[in-house]
């Protein structure tokens, strides 16, 4: 007799799905790097402003960047017919989120440093 602290063993091993390499073309590769031009344009001007700021801006940037490159990758790898149009926008569409999120964050943050200047 079993029961849930002794279960009865289960019926075939459990074997993780093999890895696949994850495929890309030179133009995700320019898509990254054409954010991340986009990117450090927009530090080096944060940069002028606020050195913390540019900094935040730049490492943040980066990690959103590269994981909504990477959740795209995935997503794209399930539909390989997809044209470079329909590619460029699903990398951008992964992105919406995290600008939106990130700008709201990075508006407050400047508009706590101008009030603090301001009353300071």
């Known amino acids: 007799m079993h029961d849930i602290y002794d279960p009865p063993p ?3 091993p459990w074997n993780p799905p093999k ?3 994850l ?3 030179t133009g ?3 898509c990254l790097a054409l954010l991340f031009t986009v990117l450090f344009a927009i530090s080096v ?3 002028r402003g606020e050195i913390v700021m540019s900094l935040f801006t730049a490492i943040g940037g980066a990690l ?3 994981e909504s490159w990477f959740t795209a990758l995935g997503f794209l790898h399930r539909r390989r017919a997809l044209g470079l149009r329909a590619r460029w ?3 951008l569409a992964a992105l919406i989120p995290w600008l939106i999120g990130l ?3 990075a508006m407050l943050m400047l508009g706590l440093f101008l009030v603090s200047d301001w009353l300071g």
């Open 89 to 91: 926008t699903v990398f």
């Open 10 to 12: 289960a019926p075939l």
């Open 19 to 21: 890895p696949e390499p």
């Open 45 to 47: 001007l944060a940069w």
């Open 28 to 30: 995700d590769l320019v």
């Open 64 to 66: 959103v960047i590269l």
């Open 23 to 25: 495929v890309y073309t």
């Open 103 to 105: 700008g709201i964050a």
